[in-house]
Every structure is written in C-alpha cells, then in structure tokens.
C-alpha cells in the first residue's frame, strides 16, 4: 500500500480494522505513528463534539410521550363513546321504528294478520260471555258505548292493534268467531272499507271517534253486522 | 382497554424509555451539528422522538435503532426547511455552544475545534459526526445518507484534513482568539 493510500484510508477512518491498512501499519512505523496522530485527533474531535446535552431532555421526551399517548387514550375512548353512543340511537330508532310503524299498508291487511295471529285462541263453542255493562266500560276510552249487545260477546279485550291500544271483541258466529277490532283513528294506515282472502271477509266503518272493522268468515253477512253496529253504537262527543 | 392492550401499551412504553435513555444524547448532538442551534436541535429530538414513538411498532431491530431514528431526525430536519424558508444560516458564531465558561485548557481547545467543525461544509461534517458519535461504518453511513460509499470515504478523508490542518495552524491564531 502506497503512502498515499494509506494516508486517505486512515483520514477516512483512524480506527479502520482493513486488513490493508493494519498490515501496513506494521510494516511501516511510521504508518502507525500516522495513525495514532490521527486516532488522537478524532479523540479532540469527539470531545469537541460532545456537545453538553440539556439535562432535561431526556425528562422531557418521556413527559411529551405520556402526554401524547394521554392524549391518543383520550381521544380513543372519546371515540368509543362516541361509538357506543351512536350505536345506542341506532338501536333505540330501530326499536321505535319496529314497535311503533306499521309494516301493512291499511287497515284490512293488519286486521286479516291479526286475526290469523290469533287463530285457535278463541272459538265459536267458547262458553265465556262478556255482559254489555262490562264492555261498554271497556268501550269508554274509545269514547263510544253500545246501547245493546250485537250479538253473544265471547271475549272483550284491549289489545295492540298495529301499536294502538284497540279493543279487540269477539263474538259468536254462524260457524266461526266474528272479530271486530275498535281502532283509534290512525294516519299510518290507509282506511280500506272492505277486504278479503280465500277465507275471511271484511269490512271497516269510519266512525266519528275510532275505526270499526269486522273481521269473519265468508259465510257471515258482513253489512248485517256493519248495520248493526252502525245502529247501536252511539259516541259521547 | 383489555389486559392485553394495556400490557402491550406498558411493554411499548418500556421500549421507548429504554430508546430514550440510551440515544438522546447521540441524537441530540447530531441535531445539534446539523443545526448548529441547541433549541431548534431539542424540538427536533423531541419531535422525533414523537414519531418514533407513533411507529415503535415498526421497529424490529434494536439495533437499528439508532440508525432508524436518525432517519427520522434527518427527515423532520428536512421538513422544517420545507416548512419555513430557513435563510439556510451559514454558521453564525453566536449559535456555537458557549462553554467557555469553565475555561479550562481542555474546554478552550474544544470550543475552538467546535468552531472548526462548524465551519466545515456540511457534507463533510454530516458524515463525520455520523462517524464519529454515531459510530457507524462507511457502509451505514453511504445508506443513511443516500451515498455510494467511496463518496463517503472521500468526504470524511477530506473533513479529517481540514481539521487537521486547522490544528496545525491552531498556535497561531489561539491567541488572538482568546484575546
């Protein structure tokens, strides 16, 4: 290795470990006495360039962290509220939304799902009787009484009609139950005055105070029952 | 926040503290020879620090530590020109590190080599500081930087002889320096 290259190689890097560079250095002393001056120079440099740290950067920086990571924390769990909190208006709309609207369109589909819902749970050999004081007891939030029976009242009973409290009412029929529901007036559903399936027939009635709706079979007379309503129920405003 | 995020924050936490400990020191005098300013070299480490921290996880390799947060350091320094149209200050005397409070022989010779090497381009010193308190190789050095490695050898080669020059004609002008 010439001087020259052993000179820039040591400039370089004083503390080189080249095999080159080592072996000439023990060839030639004074390649070492070179190398060692420039060993002792990067030491005066390294001094010079240590620079005296801020004794309390190192403080400083742990601080920052677990501040900022305070901060990340909070804004996750913010966001995490934030979650939870939509979630739960989701949910509560979703619940309000199910109970409270109408999946039919009118009065007569709800009215054939609602009896069919309740197939079985009364029938026409059914021995119970509700008396007329009692049903027009039930009648007074509707506003309305019956100044006589329509017929044999098996079962008089307040129930959901499509979110509504209705009276639902049961009579006996010629061979099956005639439903009739009460229904307070409602503007989700559209009035439909007759409807039918393959099996049962029916018809509403647009009174002043509620909607009437009888729901029977096909061999019931539907306007027999319609008129005697008509004829019978009086409303008190 | 279950067990096993809590424990994993606690284990990051330990990391970085331990990242903390053992290189802000080196980190800060490299900011410092880059910047030649103590505060603008402090946000730097701070500011680097911090995103360290945000990518911890994207560390492996203790051992690249250094080198990787150097990277950092270089980028954050490069943004902040980006940032603000620095009139990119040629070394100014009054940045460099005043010690000369304690005045001993030793602190005298160092203030004036500050000097010295702040007045070095700083494509020379760059890779000598890399060298010299990073104690990285040729190799690491022409990565981090983005150079071939013969470049390298020649800027240091050519930093260590200004230096050395500077030194031998130290007498003369120490003290009229000092005066």
Same mark, same amino acid.
């Given at each position: 290795?010439?001087?020259?290259?052993?000179?820039?190689?040591?400039?370089?890097?004083?503390?080189?470990?080249?095999?080159?560079?080592?072996?000439?250095?023990?060839?030639?002393?004074?390649?070492?006495?070179?190398?060692?001056?420039?060993?002792?120079?990067?030491?005066?440099?390294?001094?010079?360039?240590?620079?005296?740290?801020?004794?309390?950067?190192?403080?400083?920086?742990?601080?920052?962290?677990?501040?900022?990571?305070?901060?990340?924390?909070?804004?996750?769990?913010?966001?995490?509220?934030?979650?939870?909190?939509?979630?739960?208006?989701?949910?509560?709309?979703?619940?309000? &939304?199910?109970?409270?609207?109408?999946?039919? @369109?009118?009065?007569?589909?709800?009215?054939?799902?609602?009896?069919?819902?309740?197939?079985?749970?009364? #029938?026409?050999?059914?021995?119970?009787?509700?008396?007329?004081?009692?049903?027009?007891?039930?009648?007074?939030?509707?506003?309305?009484? &019956?100044?006589? *029976?329509?017929?044999?009242?098996? #079962?008089?009973?307040?129930?959901? &009609?499509?979110?509504?409290?209705?009276?639902?009412?049961?009579?006996?029929?010629?061979?099956? @139950?005639?439903?009739? &529901?009460?229904?307070?007036?409602? %503007?989700?559903?559209?009035?439909?005055?007759?409807? %039918?399936?393959?099996?049962?027939?029916?018809?509403?009635?647009?009174?002043?105070?509620?909607?009437?709706?009888?729901?029977?079979?096909?061999?019931? #007379?539907?306007?027999?029952?319609?008129?005697?309503?008509?004829?019978?129920? *009086?409303?008190?405003? | 926040?279950?067990?096993?995020?809590?424990?994993?924050?606690? =284990?990051? +936490?330990?990391?970085?503290?331990?990242?903390?400990?053992?290189?802000?020191?080196?980190?800060?005098?490299?900011?410092?020879?880059?910047?030649?300013?103590? /505060?603008?070299?402090?946000?730097?480490?701070?500011? !680097?620090? $911090?995103?360290?921290?945000?990518?911890?996880?994207?560390?492996?390799?203790?051992?690249?530590?250094?080198?990787?947060?150097?990277?950092?350091?270089?980028?954050?320094?490069?943004?902040?020109?980006?940032?603000?149209?620095?009139?990119?200050?040629?070394?100014?005397?009054?940045?460099?590190?005043?010690? +000369?409070? !304690?005045? =001993?022989? /030793?602190?005298?010779?160092?203030?004036?080599?500050?000097?010295?090497?702040?007045? $070095?381009?700083?494509?020379?010193?760059?890779?000598?500081?890399?060298?010299?308190?990073?104690?990285?190789?040729?190799?690491?050095?022409?990565?981090?930087?983005? $150079?071939?490695?013969? !470049?390298?050898m020649t800027r240091l080669f050519r930093a260590r002889n200004q230096l050395k020059e500077a030194l031998e004609? /130290?007498?003369?002008?120490?003290? +009229?320096?000092?005066?």
């Amino acid at each position: 290795m010439d001087d020259l290259q052993f000179r820039r190689m040591i400039y370089a890097d004083p503390n080189s470990r080249d095999k080159a560079v080592l072996d000439a250095q023990q060839d030639d002393p004074s390649k070492k006495e070179f190398a060692q001056e420039l060993i002792q120079l990067d030491e005066k440099i390294k001094q010079a360039m240590n620079v005296p740290v801020p004794e309390d950067l190192r403080d400083k920086l742990i601080l920052r962290q677990t501040l900022a990571s305070h901060q990340q924390k909070k804004h996750k769990s913010r966001v995490y509220l934030a979650l939870a909190a939509s979630v739960a208006i989701i949910a509560g709309v979703a619940v309000n &939304f199910l109970q409270f609207s109408s999946s039919y @369109t009118n009065l007569g589909d709800y009215a054939l799902a609602h009896v069919y819902h309740e197939e079985g749970a009364f #029938s026409n050999q059914d021995e119970s009787r509700v008396s007329l004081a009692s049903l027009n007891q039930k009648m007074i939030a509707f506003d309305g009484s &019956f100044n006589q *029976s329509l017929g044999e009242l098996i #079962s008089a009973d307040y129930c959901r &009609f499509d979110g509504m409290k209705s009276l639902h009412l049961v009579y006996k029929g010629v061979t099956d @139950t005639v439903a009739v &529901f009460v229904v307070p007036k409602n %503007e989700q559903l559209d009035f439909s005055a007759t409807f %039918e399936d393959k099996r049962l027939q029916g018809e509403s009635i647009d009174f002043k105070g509620a909607n009437i709706i009888v729901v029977a079979d096909k061999n019931e #007379s539907i306007s027999k029952w319609q008129q005697s309503i008509s004829d019978n129920i *009086s409303w008190s405003i | 926040m279950s067990p096993l995020v809590s424990n994993n924050m606690a =284990t990051k +936490q330990k990391r970085y503290e331990a990242l903390v400990k053992a290189l802000h020191a080196d980190l800060y005098r490299y900011a410092y020879w880059l910047t030649h300013d103590k /505060q603008v070299s402090e946000d730097l480490v701070q500011e !680097t620090f $911090l995103r360290a921290w945000r990518a911890l996880d994207s560390l492996k390799d203790e051992k690249a530590a250094k080198s990787w947060l150097i990277t950092i350091l270089r980028r954050e320094n490069a943004r902040r020109f980006e940032r603000k149209r620095f009139d990119m200050s040629e070394y100014e005397e009054a940045n460099v590190m005043d010690t +000369q409070s !304690t005045s =001993t022989e /030793q602190e005298i010779e160092n203030h004036w080599l500050r000097e010295k090497i702040a007045q $070095l381009p700083p494509e020379y010193s760059e890779p000598l500081v890399l060298q010299i308190i990073g104690g990285f190789s040729g190799e690491d050095i022409a990565a981090m930087l983005n $150079l071939n490695k013969n !470049t390298v050898m020649t800027r240091l080669f050519r930093a260590r002889n200004q230096l050395k020059e500077a030194l031998e004609e /130290q007498p003369a002008t120490r003290g +009229q320096y000092n005066g």
